[in-house]
C-alpha cells in the first residue's frame, strides 16, 4: 500500500511537472517556432531520461545532477533570457541574439543529450562485464581513526603555517599564498579539503567510538575555517556541504525522487532566491532591524525569473559565442583539453599553454561585445564543440556516461572513502557540467587526492608498519627460541 502510494505521487508530480514546463515553453515569448521547437525537444529529451531516473533506476545522485544542470542552464534559463528579445537583443553576456546560432546551439544540446542517453541506458545495462569489480574491501575502525588524526594534525599544521592568509581567506576570501599559482592550487584545491574525508569518516563511525564524535566536531570547525560557506563562491562550497549532508541526512537523499526534489529546491528556486537578497540595496544591518518588513518589499518589487539573466546563468549563451569564435578561428584540436588534463604543468615550462576555455571565450567577448569580464563558464558540451568540433558532441557524452557509471558503482562499495569520493563527484557534477571544464576538473582531482588518495597512502603505511612490526617480533621470537 505504501510503496503504491509513493508511485502514485510520484506518477502524478511527473505528469505536472511535464505540463507546467511544456506550458512554460510554450507561452513564453520566442523569437521564432522554430527556436521554441528546439527547447521542446531538449525539455523532452531530459523528460525521458528523468522517467527513467525516477521509475526504473536505482538510486545514482550523478544522473539528478545531470538532469538538474540541462533543466536549468539549457532549458529555463535560455528561455527566460529569450522573453525579452524585442526589447533587449543581448544575452547575459552581452553577446547579441543570432538566430542562427540559436538553433545551432540547441540542435547541439539535442543531439548531446541524445547520445549520452542512448550510451549510458547501453552502458548501463552492460555494466556487469565492464564495470563492476567484487569490493573485497575490509574496514578496520582503528585505521580509520589513526588516518583522521593524522590528517587533523596535517591541516593545523598547515593552518598554522599559514595562519595569517587563512584569517584573509576566511573573512575576505582572498586566496594569494605568496607562492606560485600552482602552488596555491594544490594548498586551496588539495590540502584545505583534508577535513572533508575526517567529517565523514567521524560521523559514520561515531557509535563505534566516542572519540569519533570529537573528530567530528574538529575537523568540521576546521573545514568551516577553511572552506567558509558565507565567504567562499557557491559553485565550489556547494558539492563540499552537500556530501555532508548526504551522510547526516540520509534521508532526503534515499531514493531518486528524493534527492531530484532536494536539488530542484536548492538550484532552482533557493538560488534565485539568494541572487535577490545578495543583489539587494539593504545592508545586513538594515535587514537585522526590519527583516520582514525588507523581504517582502524584496519580493514584491522583484521578478524571480529576472535572476535568470544575470552571468550567473551564461552557460547557454556562451555556447552561442563559443559557435561563432569556432567559425572564426576554427575548432583547438583538443588544445583546451590538454590545458586541463595537464594543468598542473606551470607556463613557466610550457610558454605556449592555452588558456582555458571561459577566459578564451571571455577574451572574445570582451574584444568584440561590451562585456568587461573575461572569467567565463564554458560548458561541457561546449568543450566538446570547442576542441573538436561535431566530433566532440559526439565523443563527450560517452566519456561523460561511462564516468558516471564508474563512479556511481562505487556508491555500493563497502569502503567509506570511496563512498564520500562518488557523492562529491555527484554532486560536483553540476559545477564540471557548467565550466569551464580546467576548473572543474582541478577542483574534483583536488578533491580525490585529499578525500581518497592521501588517506589511502596512509592506511598503506599503516599496513607496512604493521607487517614490519609483526616480522620484527617475529624474528625476536625465534632468536629467543
Known amino acids: 500500500m505504501h510503496n503504491h502510494l509513493i508511485i502514485t ?12 514546463n511544456l506550458l512554460f515553453i510554450c507561452w513564453t515569448n520566442s523569437p521564432t517556432f522554430l527556436i521554441k521547437l ?12 528523468l522517467y527513467y531516473h525516477l521509475f526504473i533506476e536505482e538510486q545514482n545522485i550523478a544522473i539528478t545532477s545531470f538532469i538538474i544542470f ?5 532549458v529555463i534559463g535560455p528561455v527566460v533570457q529569450l522573453k525579452n528579445h524585442i526589447t533587449n537583443d543581448l544575452l547575459p553576456n552581452t553577446f547579441i541574439i543570432n538566430y542562427n546560432y540559436i538553433i545551432q546551439t540547441n540542435l547541439y544540446i539535442v543531439l548531446f543529450l541524445f547520445v549520452f542517453i542512448v550510451s549510458y541506458l547501453y552502458l548501463k545495462n552492460r555494466q556487469k562485464n565492464f564495470f563492476r569489480k567484487p569490493d573485497k574491501t575490509k574496514l578496520s575502525i582503528r585505521d580509520y581513526q589513526i588516518v583522521s588524526i593524522i590528517l587533523i594534525i596535517i591541516t593545523i599544521f598547515i593552518m598554522m603555517i599559514y595562519s595569517n592568509i587563512i584569517y584573509n581567506l576566511f573573512f575576505f576570501r582572498e586566496k594569494d599564498f605568496g607562492f606560485s599559482t600552482h602552488f596555491n592550487l594544490i594548498i586551496s584545491r588539495t590540502l584545505f579539503m ?3 574525508s575526517v567529517v565523514i569518516l567521524s560521523w559514520y563511525y561515531r557509535k563505534t567510538k566516542k572519540i569519533f564524535l570529537a573528530l567530528f566536531f574538529i575537523s568540521l570547525i576546521l573545514l568551516i575555517f577553511l572552506k567558509n560557506p558565507f565567504t567562499d563562491k557557491r559553485n565550489a562550497i556547494g558539492a563540499i556541504y552537500l556530501c555532508i549532508l548526504f551522510f547526516m541526512f540520509p534521508v532526503f537523499f534515499k531514493t531518486n525522487f528524493r534527492t531530484f526534489i532536494f536539488l530542484f529546491t536548492i538550484m532552482v528556486i533557493l538560488f534565485p532566491l539568494s541572487s535577490i537578497f545578495t543583489h539587494s540595496m539593504f545592508g545586513f544591518a538594515l535587514f537585522s532591524e526590519k527583516p520582514i518588513e525588507l523581504i517582502i518589499y524584496e519580493f514584491t518589487k522583484s521578478d524571480l525569473l529576472d535572476e535568470f539573466n544575470r552571468l550567473d ?6 555556447f552561442n559565442t563559443t559557435i561563432e569564435y569556432v567559425n572564426i578561428n576554427g575548432i583547438s584540436y583538443g588544445k583546451q583539453l590538454g590545458n586541463a588534463l595537464l594543468f598542473f604543468i606551470p607556463r613557466a615550462i610550457w610558454p605556449g599553454k592555452p588558456l582555458n576555455s571561459g577566459f578564451e571565450i571571455g577574451n572574445y567577448i570582451m574584444n568584440n561585445y561590451p562585456l568587461n569580464y573575461n572569467n567565463l563558464s564554458e560548458s561541457y558540451v561546449a568543450e566538446g564543440y570547442i576542441n573538436f568540433g561535431i566530433i566532440g558532441i559526439l565523443i563527450y557524452p560517452i566519456i561523460l556516461s561511462i564516468s558516471i557509471i564508474y563512479m556511481s558503482n562505487w556508491l555500493k562499495s563497502k569502503d567509506i572513502l570511496k563512498k564520500t569520493t562518488t557523492i562529491y ?8 557540467l557548467r565550466g569551464d571544464f580546467t576548473n572543474g576538473f582541478v577542483y574534483f582531482i583536488g578533491t580525490y587526492i585529499a578525500v581518497y588518495l592521501i588517506p589511502k597512502f596512509i592506511l598503506f603505511l599503516l599496513r607496512i608498519l604493521r607487517v614490519s612490526n609483526h616480522s620484527i617480533l617475529k624474528y625476536n621470537y625465534t632468536l629467543n627460541s
Open 38 to 49: 528546439t527547447f521542446i525537444y531538449i525539455f523532452l529529451l531530459i523528460y525521458l531520461l
Open 425 to 432: 563527484f555527484s554532486f560536483h557534477l553540476v559545477f564540471l
Open 9 to 20: 505521487l510520484k506518477l502524478q508530480f511527473y505528469i505536472l511537472f511535464g505540463i507546467i
Open 313 to 318: 546563468y551564461d552557460t547557454w549563451s556562451e
Open 194 to 196: 583534508l577535513p572533508l
Open 70 to 74: 540541462n533543466y536549468l542552464f539549457f
